[in-house]
């Protein structure tokens, strides 16, 4: 294989990869490929990509759990600055794994992506004091199609790092703290329902 290192069906969960990829580096600095479409197709990863994104946030700043609910997008997501804890949870109906989370940190440093294929609900925390979060989507974003669940559900039971605070029925960041940091959520990702609330077969 070429530039990368795959490591696929991370936490028993088909189809979440955890891709290293081969850094270059001497007393200059370092060199590395962030992507490379053939090295995705050796691995047996064949997804085209349409769009990249990029976010910057502080510590303490959690996105997430969101979805898309009639568009699903792939998503290859890395940290270029700081440190995050990436979370990936299994959305599809007909999954052995369905509700079952897997969470890797991705940093400036580790240079680890995180591929997470459609059918997945998405967030992450902020570790460091400010994070810049990029990530490819292979498709474009459709108004209206997002939707979330609650960051804190106790029927998926996300173990975030460095968080300490109780549930309190709610997925308000009220009494949560990152490092004794407060915990900061938009005011639409404090008011998403649990999965059972959210997809009721």
Request: proline letters at 3%; charged letters at 25%.
């Amino acid at each position: 294989m070429g530039q990368i290192k795959v490591e696929k069906n991370v936490g028993g969960i088909e189809g979440l990869c955890v891709i290293t990829p081969t850094v270059h580096g001497d007393e200059r600095g370092y060199f590395m490929e962030t992507y490379n479409e053939k090295d995705m197709k050796e691995a047996g990863l064949d997804i085209h990509f349409v769009q990249d994104n990029q976010s910057m946030s502080t510590k303490g700043v959690l996105r997430g759990l969101h979805f898309q609910k009639h568009f699903p997008q792939c998503k290859l997501v890395r940290a270029v600055r700081g440190s995050v804890f990436d979370v990936a949870v299994d959305l599809r109906g007909s999954s052995k794994t369905y509700g079952k989370w897997y969470g890797v940190e991705l940093t400036a440093d580790n240079k680890k992506q995180f591929l997470i294929p459609e059918g997945f609900a998405h967030g992450f925390l902020v570790l460091s004091d400010v994070a810049e979060f990029c990530y490819k989507v292979n498709d474009f974003w459709h108004p209206n199609d997002e939707g979330g669940m609650a960051w804190n559900d106790p029927d998926i039971g996300i173990a975030w790092p460095l968080l300490t605070g109780a549930y309190q029925g709610s997925a308000s960041a009220e009494g949560y703290t990152v490092d004794d940091v407060p915990l900061i959520l938009s005011d639409k990702d404090q008011k998403w329902l649990g999965i059972k609330e959210t997809f009721k077969f």
